[in-house]
């Protein structure tokens, strides 16, 4: 196993029992202190569980090396695995939102009883708040080192939850001072910041699986390392494909005419060498063609 793979393993188990701990108490509690709150934040933090179970199996699968159907690898299931996070965390904000607007309702209606949730929701709260926090700072910190899709997309999720856990804190404190529908609205504030993360996850992680260039200072700085090798006059064709962390070049050069054609392959020979060194890993393969360079005419 690489040092990226370690570090994301490491992350996602991390995550994963944290998560199950989180689940199980603040559902408990959320259902016996009767904060509608808590109870979402709960609900939340049981569908993470289900997707960092799902996240580890695409992990797994990722791994895994080229094959004849598969001759770039396997490394756009991390991709893949992150819309999967992306679309759990949807469909959890707006059930989440649904039910806590009904809360609402049903205490502005009189409908519902009207309850002051314990001390210990509020302890819950601070608690995930904190352990949170950490979470955040050591996936972000782990995704700049990986620049794993999915690291991204878990610290998206714990910032979300950072959120969640601080509407909790402000609903369960207004509603012991009197505002009890305090509860259940911080309840559908959560659910806004899960929704809104999620569809964020989806169309990110969509994007990379669409071979989409990250920034036009990227595909500038391949043509400008191609340029400072000598004998290239200039970058006829230039094409990007993402694998994973990583990307495919297949680049076009241009070069004197009159030069032989192992000249012309020690000079393409030289621009991927160029490349590899520049980008520091960061590219799996290039592929380097030549076409005799033809000045415009006056």
Same mark, same amino acid.
């Given at each position: ?41 709960? =609900?939340?933090?049981? $569908?993470? +569980?289900?997707?960092? /179970?799902?996240?580890?199996? &695409? ?5 895994? @090396? *080229? ?94 939850? =950072?959120?969640?856990? $601080?509407? +909790?804190?402000?609903? /369960?404190?207004?509603?012991? &001072? ?5 509860? @259940? *609205? ?113």
């Amino acid at each position: 196993m690489s040092d990226r793979d370690k570090i994301t393993n490491i992350t996602v188990n991390l995550g994963l029992i944290c998560n199950v701990v989180l689940s199980i108490l603040k559902t408990a509690v959320g259902i016996l202190g009767h904060s509608q709150a808590l109870l979402a934040d709960g =609900i939340n933090s049981s $569908s993470d +569980v289900v997707y960092y /179970v799902a996240v580890k199996i &695409f992990m797994h699968q990722a791994k895994k @090396p *080229a094959d004849p159907e598969h001759p770039y690898g396997h490394r756009q299931l991390e991709s893949i695995s992150a819309i999967v996070v992306g679309a759990f965390i949807l469909t959890t904000g707006i059930a989440i939102f649904w039910e806590s607007i009904n809360k609402v309702f049903d205490l502005s209606r009189g409908l519902s009883e009207i309850r002051t949730a314990p001390l210990a929701v509020l302890f819950i709260a601070i608690g995930t708040l904190l352990l949170k926090i950490y979470l955040f700072t050591l996936t972000k910190h782990n995704h700049a080192a990986t620049h794993n899709p999915t690291l991204r997309a878990l610290a998206n999720d714990h910032f979300n939850d =950072i959120l969640a856990a $601080s509407a +909790v804190i402000l609903g /369960v404190v207004m509603a012991r &001072f009197g505002w009890y529908w305090m509860d @259940p *609205a911080a309840g559908a504030i959560v659910a806004i910041f899960i929704v809104k993360t999620g569809i964020s996850i989806v169309l990110e992680s969509s994007s990379e699986l669409m071979d989409s260039v990250p920034d036009g200072e990227f595909r500038k700085e391949l043509r400008e390392v191609a340029l400072s090798v000598e004998g290239v006059h200039s970058v006829e064709d230039l094409g990007l494909h993402r694998f994973g962390p990583y990307y495919t070049i297949d680049m076009t050069i241009c070069v004197d005419g009159e030069i032989s054609v192992e000249e012309g392959n020690r000079i393409s020979h030289q621009v991927e060498s160029c490349l590899f060194e520049h980008f520091h890993g960061g590219l799996s393969k290039v592929l380097i063609h030549f076409h005799p360079f033809c000045p415009l005419q006056p």
